[in-house]
């Protein structure tokens, strides 16, 4: 490549997309001298969807700006709370984010998640079409050009995930109100309505019960609720909402 040679810097939550060499401070880039800096960046390594403002001399600049010779650029983290203007703050999950799907719905945060592998192009279209912020660890899926929306899942433990979701997006919670296997919302049931699904033993036990409005799957307080009650109180006593359910 035969062009401009720029000096460029990314933030240290940026480290782990961008060769070793370029995590340290500024370092020169010759470029071609019309790709934009979003091409740039992207090139290096790092999701747009990573990426918060990009300084050009200290200034702002739009992802379409071409680079010019002698030129220094920063490249920033996302603002957290990061802002989704519009539409209502709702994501899409791939397969490989199962988990964090359903303790988000246990939070009652709107998360749908394709249970099958349906391909890069198909999600990127769901969350375009859908207006959902697309949560993946595939750096190449965050690249679509299609995507509404979209971050970069940095941990491989649920619960970090799980935290790292509800601090970038602040999403506001709402415990035991959606169904963890569909993402359908809850409403109250009578004994006598689900009755007939219930197993002898929980017929006898419980008494209260919720219905998914979608799926139809039952929900009371079984041995399991502990387990749960505690990732939900542990998530509103860090990001706010209301534990009770």
């Known amino acids: 490549m035969n062009g401009p040679e720029i000096h460029i810097s990314f933030a ?19 470029t071609d001298g019309t790709s934009s800096l979003g091409h740039v960046v992207e090139s290096l390594g790092v999701p747009l969807t990573e990426a918060g403002r990009l300084l050009v001399d200290g200034r702002p600049v739009d992802t379409s700006h071409v680079p010019a010779a002698g030129e220094t650029v920063e490249v920033e ?42 391909g890069d192009p198909a999600l990127a279209a769901l969350s375009a079409r859908d207006r959902r912020v697309m949560l993946s ?73 919720a219905e998914c409005v979608e799926c139809g799957r039952v929900y009371w307080r079984g041995a399991h609720h502990h387990r749960l009650e505690t990732i939900v109180s542990d998530a509103v006593r860090e990001f706010g909402g209301t534990a009770a359910g």
Do not use: M
């Not at 983290?77 to 246990?106: C, E, I, K, N, Y």
């Not at 959606?178 to 809850?186: D, K, Q, V």
């Open 12 to 30: 240290p939550g940026l480290g782990l997309f961008v060769a070793a060499d370029r995590r340290s401070g500024a370092t020169p880039l010759t």
């Open 77 to 118: 983290s996302v603002a957290r709370p990061q802002p989704v203007p519009g539409a209502p703050l709702r994501f899409l999950l791939d397969v490989h984010l199962g988990t964090l799907a359903r303790r988000l719905r246990l939070l009652g945060v709107d998360a749908a998640y394709e249970s099958e592998d349906i």
């Open 137 to 209: 660890r595939d750096r190449g899926l965050l690249r679509r050009r299609e995507l509404w929306a979209g971050a970069y899942v940095y941990s491989d433990r649920p619960e970090d995930q799980l935290r790292d979701v509800l601090e970038r997006f602040a999403p506001r919670l709402a415990p035991w109100t959606r169904c963890t296997a569909c993402n359908g919302e809850l409403s109250g049931a009578d004994k006598d309505a689900v009755r007939e699904r219930l197993e002898l033993g929980t017929e006898k036990t419980y008494d209260v019960f």
